[in-house]
C-alpha cells in the first residue's frame, strides 16, 4: 500500500498563487506516474494534470492550462502543483494520486491523498 498526503492547501484571493505539495514513500515514488484531480462541493473529481514517472511529459485540463505547473522531485518523493492566477472557479479539495501510466483518466490511479481545501474569495 502506497500512502499519499497533500499539504499547501488555503484560502487565496482572486488572481493570487499557491504551491500544493504531495509526499509519498520513498522507495516507491519514482516508479509512478503522478496526477491531480479536485472536487467542488456538488461536484464530480475532476482530472486537473499528470505527470510520468521522470517528468519528461505534462499534461493539463483545458481550465488549468497556462495558469498551473506540474513538477516532481524524485529525491524528495515529492509531487507539486504551483497555481497562479486563482480564480473562485478553482475552490476545491485537492488530491494527488498515483498510478502507472500518466492519464487523465482517475480509475487510473491507484493510491489516493486525502485531499488539501483551496478556497479562492473574490
Known amino acids: 500500500q502506497v500512502q499519499l498526503a497533500e499539504s499547501g492547501g488555503g484560502s487565496v484571493q482572486a488572481g493570487g498563487s499557491l504551491r500544493l505539495s504531495c509526499t509519498a514513500p520513498?522507495?516507491?515514488?519514482?516508479?509512478?506516474?503522478m496526477g491531480w484531480f479536485r472536487q467542488a462541493p456538488g461536484k464530480e473529481r475532476e482530472f486537473v494534470g499528470c505527470?510520468?514517472?521522470?517528468?519528461?511529459?505534462?499534461s493539463y485540463a483545458d481550465s488549468v492550462k497556462g495558469r498551473f505547473t506540474i513538477s516532481r522531485d524524485n529525491a524528495k518523493n515529492t509531487l507539486y502543483l504551483q497555481m497562479k492566477s486563482l480564480t473562485p472557479e478553482d475552490t476545491a479539495v485537492y488530491y494527488c494520486a498515483a498510478g502507472h501510466s500518466s492519464v487523465s483518466i482517475r480509475d487510473a490511479y491507484d493510491y489516493w491523498g486525502q485531499g488539501t481545501q483551496v478556497t479562492v474569495s473574490s
Open positions: 520513498g522507495r516507491t515514488f519514482s516508479n509512478y506516474a
Open positions: 505527470i510520468n514517472w521522470s517528468g519528461g511529459f505534462i
